[in-house]
């Protein structure tokens, strides 16, 4: 987690199996990677009982790419959950290279919550919403 900002950071490496036609990271790793990073953050921060209780499912990716990604890159998969309505949390990521954190991408994405014993949409409690909700500082996503 990065401390100051409320964001979670997780740490890729740019695998062989990653690269297109092109020689660069295909379009679709980079979906891959925001729902790593998402379901990284959940394991993170969300409690056992929690996690038993509920899923998430993803019901729109938004995702503008910026630069391209090679082969032997590090990568940083920064995110952090931004509007929660009732049953709708939008989660931010940004992907970075992290030798000068330049910005790849930047994913918008919504997650609907489900309960894993009945399989039907589920509202989240207000302690488990509020361990998400800090908006990390000096982020913007319309750049």
């Not at 949390?89 to 994913?107: G, V, W």
Request: aromatic letters at 10%.
């Amino acid at each position: 987690m990065d401390g100051d900002s409320g964001a979670f950071e997780l740490n890729i490496a740019v695998e062989p199996d990653d690269i297109d036609q092109f020689g660069h990271v295909n379009n679709i790793v980079y979906i891959r990677w925001v729902q790593d990073a998402a379901a990284a953050h959940w394991t993170a921060i969300a409690p056992a009982s929690d996690r038993e209780k509920l899923q998430w499912v993803i019901v729109r990716h938004e995702i503008d790419y910026k630069q391209a990604a090679f082969l032997g890159d590090e990568i940083i998969a920064r995110t952090w959950v931004g509007n929660a309505r009732r049953i709708r949390f939008e989660r931010h990521t940004e992907i970075l290279r992290a030798r000068d954190r330049a910005i790849l991408a930047k994913a918008v994405t919504l997650w609907c919550p489900i309960d894993t014993g009945t399989g039907k949409v589920t509202l989240v409690s207000p302690e488990l919403r509020e361990m998400f909700f800090r908006q990390p500082s000096g982020v913007n996503y319309m750049d």
